[in-house]
C-alpha cells in the first residue's frame, strides 16, 4: 500500500530544497506535480514544476471530480490531480505532496491515512531575509508573502509532525526520519511481512 506524505511551509521556509533533496535519495517516491493556473516563471517546465493550465481547463477538472484537492492563492487556482495518486498506487511507490495548508486540509478529510508535516522558518525575521535575497520581488509582494506566512504558521497543529529548519542537512536527515519510521508502521508493511508470518505459521496473533 502506498503512503502519501503531505508537506505544507510558508513560502521561503526551505520546503521546496527539502523536497527536492529527498525526491533524490529516495526512488521509492513519486512527486505530485501540481496543476495551476499561474503563469510559468522562467526555468520552469511544464509537467515538471507544475501542470500549467487555463482557468477553464482548471474548472473543468475541478467539476469533473479529477481533483483531489483545490484552492486560490494569490489569485491563481492550485490543484491535485487524482491521476497522480492512482499512478503512485499502481507503481507500489509513496507520493509526496507539496501543498498548502488549504489543500492539506481538503486532502487529509479524503486521506485520513495520509502523513502532514510542516516545516517552520527559524523566525519571522529569518524567513523575511530570505524572501528578500531569494528574489527580486517588489515590497508589497513580500509583505503579501509574510502576511499569508503568519496564516499558514497558525494551523500547525493540525499537522502530524513539524520541523524547525534552521539547518538544512538537519532538517533534512529529520525529514527522512519521518518517512522511514511511517514506513515501518505495521500498516504499512502488512503485505510484507504476511509471508514472514505465514513461514511461522504465526498468523497475525502476537504472542
Same mark, same amino acid.
Given at each position: 500500500?502506498?503512503?502519501?506524505?503531505?508537506?505544507?511551509?510558508?513560502?521561503?521556509?526551505?520546503?521546496?530544497?527539502?523536497?527536492?533533496?529527498?525526491?533524490?535519495?529516495?526512488?521509492?517516491?513519486?512527486?505530485?506535480?501540481?496543476?495551476?493556473?499561474?503563469?510559468?516563471?522562467?526555468?520552469?517546465?511544464?509537467?515538471?514544476?507544475?501542470?500549467?493550465?487555463?482557468?477553464?481547463?482548471?474548472?473543468?477538472?475541478?467539476?469533473?471530480?479529477?481533483?483531489? *484537492?483545490?484552492?486560490?492563492?494569490?489569485?491563481?487556482?492550485?490543484?491535485?490531480?487524482?491521476?497522480?495518486? *492512482?499512478?503512485?498506487?499502481?507503481?507500489?511507490?509513496?507520493?509526496?505532496?507539496?501543498?498548502?495548508?488549504?489543500?492539506?486540509?481538503?486532502?487529509?478529510?479524503?486521506?485520513?491515512?495520509?502523513?502532514?508535516?510542516?516545516?517552520?522558518?527559524?523566525?519571522?525575521?529569518?524567513?523575511?531575509? $530570505?524572501? $528578500?535575497?531569494?528574489?527580486?520581488?517588489?515590497?508589497?509582494?513580500? *509583505?503579501?508573502?509574510?502576511?499569508?506566512? $503568519?496564516?499558514?504558521?497558525?494551523?500547525?497543529?493540525?499537522?502530524?509532525?513539524?520541523?524547525?529548519?534552521?539547518?538544512?542537512?538537519?532538517?533534512?536527515?529529520?525529514?527522512?526520519?519521518?518517512?522511514?519510521?511511517?514506513?515501518?508502521?505495521?500498516?504499512?508493511?502488512?503485505?510484507?511481512? *504476511?509471508?514472514?508470518?505465514?513461514?511461522?505459521?504465526?498468523?497475525?496473533?502476537?504472542?
Amino acid at each position: 500500500m502506498s503512503s502519501v506524505f503531505i508537506i505544507s511551509a510558508p513560502s521561503g521556509s526551505g520546503k521546496s530544497t527539502l523536497v527536492r533533496r529527498l525526491m533524490e535519495s529516495d526512488l521509492n517516491l513519486i512527486f505530485s506535480t501540481s496543476v495551476t493556473t499561474r503563469l510559468a516563471r522562467p526555468g520552469e517546465i511544464d509537467g515538471h514544476s507544475y501542470d500549467f493550465v487555463t482557468r477553464a481547463q482548471f474548472m473543468h477538472m475541478r467539476d469533473n471530480g479529477e481533483l483531489l *484537492e483545490s484552492a486560490e492563492v494569490f489569485g491563481n487556482y492550485y490543484g491535485t490531480s487524482r491521476a497522480v495518486l *492512482e499512478r503512485a498506487r499502481q507503481a507500489g511507490r509513496d507520493l509526496i505532496l507539496d501543498i498548502d495548508v488549504q489543500g492539506a486540509a481538503q486532502l487529509k478529510e479524503k486521506l485520513p491515512e495520509a502523513v502532514t508535516i510542516f516545516i517552520l522558518p527559524p523566525s519571522k525575521t529569518e524567513l523575511e531575509a $530570505r524572501l $528578500r535575497n531569494r528574489s527580486s520581488d517588489p515590497d508589497e509582494v513580500i *509583505e503579501r508573502r509574510l502576511s499569508e506566512a $503568519r496564516k499558514e504558521v497558525a494551523n500547525f497543529g493540525f499537522y502530524d509532525y513539524v520541523l524547525v529548519n534552521d539547518q538544512l542537512d538537519a532538517s533534512f536527515d529529520k525529514l527522512r526520519s519521518v518517512l522511514i519510521a511511517e514506513r515501518c508502521r505495521q500498516k504499512g508493511v502488512a503485505s510484507a511481512i *504476511e509471508p514472514i508470518l505465514e513461514s511461522f505459521k504465526a498468523g497475525t496473533n502476537n504472542g
